[in-house]
């Protein structure tokens, strides 16, 4: 099986692909070994630079992975909010989006695919009598997502190849298994010494 592998990855390393392959393989054996070094964690958390915590409609959240990134994020019309900045259903959806958009170029280097187009669309649809606790039969959350791929190759694929691509890249993505398995959140208060 692994030597079946590694003729696979020889493969793609010959084509265009020398670039993520050569990123990951070391990765990829180096996690087979010692799978704890696969664990990883994003952190994101709001703070009070622009908006204090008495403004209800605004608010920023940073993004700390080495390269801190300030979002300022507004509160949807649908729930009385002005709808001026991004809400937090739409970096949801551009985390769904641009996770499988980033998936479908990684595996597609990988297997020698060159992508002439790429655009990926996410769209989420909540009822929000939920949240505003209009309806207590309605969940609190999305009911439904779509996602839509728009992919050209500049070469003639094989027939079947970019299905391939997008099954491989939906079973890799993070964000689209994360929404479909359901994960477990805490929360609980920070309390500073």
């Known amino acids: 099986m692994l030597s079946n592998t590694l003729e696979y ?3 793609a390393v010959s084509h265009t692909s020398i670039y993520m392959a050569a990123r990951q393989l070391p ?11 696969a664990w990883t964690t994003d952190r994101a958390k709001t703070c009070s630079k622009q908006f204090g915590p008495e403004q209800p409609l605004y608010g920023e959240v940073t993004l700390d992975g080495g390269r801190p990134t300030d979002i300022t994020y507004g ?3 649908a729930v009385g909010g ?4 991004p809400v937090p259903g739409e970096l949801l959806c551009a985390a769904l989006a641009s996770c499988l958009d980033s998936t479908i ?3 597609a280097n990988r297997l020698g695919i060159e992508l002439q187009l790429l ?15 209009v309806d207590r039969k309605v969940p609190v959350g999305f ?17 079947g190849k970019i299905e391939l691509l997008l099954r491989a ?25």
């Open 82 to 85: 002005e709808g001026d900045y």
């Open 105 to 107: 170029r990684i595996i």
């Open 119 to 133: 655009e990926v669309s996410a769209q989420g649809e909540v009822d929000v009598r939920g949240t505003l606790l």
């Open 143 to 159: 009911q439904k997502f779509a996602v839509g791929v728009r992919i050209d190759a500049f070469n003639k694929v094989e027939t």
């Open 9 to 11: 990855e020889e493969q």
């Open 169 to 193: 890249a939906e079973k890799s993505c993070v964000v689209i298994q994360t929404l479909r398995a359901g994960t477990e959140v805490s929360v609980g208060r920070i309390v500073e010494p």
């Open 75 to 77: 509160v949807h019309k």
């Open 27 to 37: 990765l990829q054996n180096s996690y087979r070994t010692s799978p704890k070094k």
